[in-house]
């Protein structure tokens, strides 16, 4: 009952902090154009969160459980827990020193970093594929953005237009929802999998990933109420901090880090979806300048993705070797 009881607090707490992380970011750009009404930005999110993993699958969840270290084994559940705390520790602490990072990368190097403590293998040759796709999208997003922006400034004017843009705002972020729930969403799947089956068949080996729909839907709506606790803070650090504010802008962003960010579901690899949607507001600004840009929320960004990954495979790794010790002892 103690492992079942952690479990779940850890997953509540991880759909939690998804959501005032990621789901803040989507419905935040969302909510940057005029007249886009909250209550619908969110609907839909919720919608394609609880329905995506039956339409689209979970094979990014699958590498959160057997792609990066060997947890199929009776102490992979342990281990998988001790990577995802330690990814919580991390993202809090510099969320705390105002450095918002990824998730889904203190995620990945927790994990990696725990089964290497712990003494399980760890894929090294899938975890660089991971991390140079990870590395790509944001990359992908900023070249996309700038483009997109350049693009956008040569549409011509009509009396249709205000209607043309918001019917594309409308698919962009339907497209972008539809992103999330096919890759970043699926790390939450994991870890409310894994919860749900510990606490079925106890503690063990990380099983099959497979989450019910009654399950799945209790996520969006835990999803939900993380992203409504941090919805201001973050439009204004997409407002403010990156100076994002014209329609056509918006729709731009949204659709660079959507292309980036499916195009990183083809290959099954995780990547972030914040990661993705700072890189095409960047990228859009700056097609229309540097200046406007607001360089040290930039930097602030910047800096936090560089140091998440080998903080956490650094703690997750202590956290692993500490289950060890505890097994020999």
Same mark, same amino acid.
């Given at each position: 009952?103690?492992?079942?009881?952690?479990?779940?607090?850890?997953?509540?707490?991880?759909?939690?902090? &998804?959501?005032?992380?990621?789901?803040?970011?989507?419905?935040?750009?969302?909510?940057?154009?005029?007249?886009?009404?909250?209550?619908?930005?969110?609907?839909?999110? %919720?919608?394609?969160?609880?329905?995506?993993?039956?339409?689209?699958?979970?094979?990014?969840?699958?590498?959160?459980?057997?792609?990066?270290?060997? $947890? /199929?084994?009776?102490?992979?559940?342990?281990?998988?827990?001790?990577?995802?705390?330690?990814?919580?520790?991390?993202?809090?602490?510099?969320?705390?020193?105002?450095?918002?990072?990824?998730?889904?990368?203190?995620?990945?190097? =927790?994990?990696?970093?725990?089964?290497?403590?712990?003494?399980?293998?760890?894929?090294?040759? *899938?975890?660089?594929?991971?991390?140079?796709?990870?590395?790509?999208?944001?990359?992908?997003?900023? =070249?996309?953005?700038?483009?997109?922006?350049?693009?956008? @400034?040569?549409?011509?004017?009509? @009396?249709?237009?205000?209607?043309?843009?918001?019917?594309?705002?409308?698919?962009?972020? *339907?497209?972008?929802?539809?992103?999330?729930?096919?890759?970043? /969403?699926?790390?939450?799947?994991?870890?409310?999998?894994?919860?749900?089956?510990?606490?079925?068949?106890?503690?063990?080996?990380?099983?099959?990933?497979?989450?019910? *729909?009654?399950?799945?839907?209790?996520?969006?709506?835990?999803?939900?109420?993380?992203?409504?606790?941090?919805?201001?803070?973050?439009?204004?650090?997409?407002? @403010?901090?990156?100076?994002?504010?014209?329609?056509?802008?918006?729709?731009?962003?949204?659709?660079?880090?959507?292309?980036?960010?499916? =195009?990183?579901?083809?290959?099954?690899?995780?990547?972030?979806?914040?990661?993705? %949607?700072?890189?095409?507001?960047?990228?859009?600004?700056?097609?229309? /300048?540097?200046?406007?840009?607001?360089?040290?929320?930039?930097?602030?960004?910047?800096?936090?993705?560089? %140091?998440?990954?080998?903080?956490?495979?650094? $703690?997750?790794? $202590?956290?692993?070797?500490?289950? @060890?010790?505890?097994? &020999?002892?």
């Amino acid at each position: 009952m103690g492992w079942t009881l952690a479990f779940a607090a850890v997953a509540v707490v991880f759909v939690l902090i &998804s959501g005032a992380n990621d789901g803040a970011t989507l419905i935040g750009l969302g909510l940057r154009f005029p007249h886009t009404p909250g209550w619908g930005a969110a609907a839909l999110l %919720v919608v394609v969160l609880s329905t995506g993993p039956y339409l689209l699958g979970v094979a990014v969840a699958r590498t959160f459980t057997e792609g990066l270290a060997g $947890l /199929g084994t009776s102490e992979g559940a342990t281990v998988f827990l001790a990577g995802v705390v330690t990814a919580l520790a991390v993202v809090g602490a510099l969320t705390a020193k105002g450095l918002p990072t990824s998730l889904t990368l203190a995620v990945i190097g =927790g994990i990696t970093g725990a089964g290497l403590g712990a003494g399980l293998p760890v894929s090294w040759r *899938a975890l660089a594929a991971v991390l140079a796709v990870g590395a790509g999208a944001p990359l992908a997003g900023l =070249g996309l953005g700038y483009l997109l922006g350049s693009l956008s @400034r040569r549409v011509p004017s009509s @009396r249709r237009m205000p209607r043309l843009v918001l019917g594309a705002h409308v698919l962009a972020y *339907a497209a972008q929802c539809v992103a999330y729930a096919v890759n970043d /969403g699926q790390k939450m799947i994991a870890v409310v999998s894994v919860a749900v089956d510990v606490g079925r068949n106890g503690l063990g080996r990380v099983g099959p990933v497979h989450v019910s *729909a009654f399950w799945t839907a209790v996520m969006a709506l835990v999803f939900l109420a993380g992203a409504m606790t941090s919805l201001v803070g973050v439009g204004e650090r997409l407002g @403010r901090g990156l100076v994002i504010t014209r329609p056509l802008h918006v729709v731009s962003a949204e659709t660079a880090a959507t292309g980036a960010v499916l =195009g990183s579901s083809a290959l099954g690899s995780p990547v972030s979806m914040t990661q993705s %949607v700072a890189a095409g507001v960047v990228g859009v600004v700056a097609s229309e /300048g540097g200046r406007r840009l607001r360089w040290r929320a930039v930097l602030n960004v910047g800096t936090a993705w560089l %140091v998440t990954l080998p903080s956490s495979m650094a $703690l997750g790794c $202590l956290a692993g070797l500490g289950l @060890r010790l505890l097994r &020999s002892a």
